[in-house]
Nanobody, 121 residues
Framework: QVQLVESGGGLVQPGGSLTLSCAVS????????MGWYRQAPGQQREWVAH???????NYADSVKGRFTISRDNAKNTVYLQMNSLKPEDTAVYYC???????????????WGQGTQVTVSS
């Protein structure tokens, strides 16, 4: 079974930075889009950013100019560089990926386990 393993969360002061990573745990045929979502306590999960296989990138307005998404196709890994962090960025961050396991398989969406990011003084 495919697993997306996340790391990089933690506690940071306002204005600080963190980098999250998410790696696919097994060999796959291809990955199309990869992205990040987040969910704060008592709120619904919201989209943060995504990147396609061709490198096209989109960001939510709330993080535009502060966060940078990137991917390493050789490592099947997506990253989220976060700077100028604000208290309202506090949430559990989840990565996801649209993955084709085999050349004849249908692409499917997979989710990471989540990593906590807390921004507080």
């Amino acid at each position: 079974q495919v697993q997306l393993v996340e790391s990089g969360g933690g506690l940071v002061q306002p204005g600080g930075s963190l980098t999250l990573s998410c790696a696919v745990s097994r060999n796959i045929f291809s990955i199309n889009a990869m992205g990040w979502y987040r969910q704060a306590p008592g709120q619904q999960r919201e989209w943060v950013a995504h990147i396609t296989s061709s490198g096209s990138i989109n960001y939510a307005d709330s993080v535009k100019g502060r966060f940078t998404i990137s991917r390493d196709n050789a490592k099947n890994t997506v990253y989220l560089q976060m700077n100028s962090l604000k208290p309202e960025d506090t949430a559990v961050y989840y990565c996801n990926a649209d993955i084709t396991l085999y050349i004849t398989a249908r692409p499917q969406h997979y989710w990471g386990q989540g990593t906590q990011v807390t921004v507080s003084s």
